[in-house]
């Protein structure tokens, strides 16, 4: 069974920073991509950023790009995310999950009907 533990999140000033962190475990494909997704009240859930078992490779929604980096530490098997220079409309739910499977591209499996997982989500907000 996948597991994803999420830590971090909490309050922020406009231009701060904050990491959010996602413990896996439970994987027996070696193929899965593993993403943050937010949702703030009143909108759709969207796809943050996403990074893929095979090669690495990332994606970052378009109003993240230059601020947010998602990273892999194998080694204590955590995906995290750093957000910089945060804004009061990044304030949302951050969840973490997972898709178990191949995919045509780390931006196509980086979508939120397609993942399989989820962790329980986290509170992040930016505000003075």
């Known amino acids: 069974q996948v597991q994803l533990v999420q830590s971090g999140g909490g309050l922020v000033q406009p231009g701060g920073s904050l990491r959010l962190s996602c413990a896996y475990s439970?994987?027996?494909?070696?193929?899965?991509?593993i993403g943050w997704f937010r949702q703030a009240p009143g909108k759709e859930r969207e796809g943050v950023s996403c990074?893929?078992?095979?090669?690495?490779?990332?994606y970052y929604a378009d109003s993240v790009k230059g601020r947010f980096t998602i990273s892999r530490d194998n080694a204590k098997n955590t995906v995290s995310l750093q957000m910089m220079l945060l804004r009061p409309e990044d304030s949302a739910v951050y969840y973490c999950a997972a898709l178990e499977g191949v995919g045509t591209s780390v931006q196509a499996m980086c979508a939120p009907y397609a993942m399989n997982y989820w962790g329980k989500g986290t509170l992040v907000t930016v505000s003075s």
């Open positions: 439970g994987f027996i494909l070696d193929t899965y991509a």
């Open positions: 990074i893929r078992s095979r090669d690495y490779s990332t």
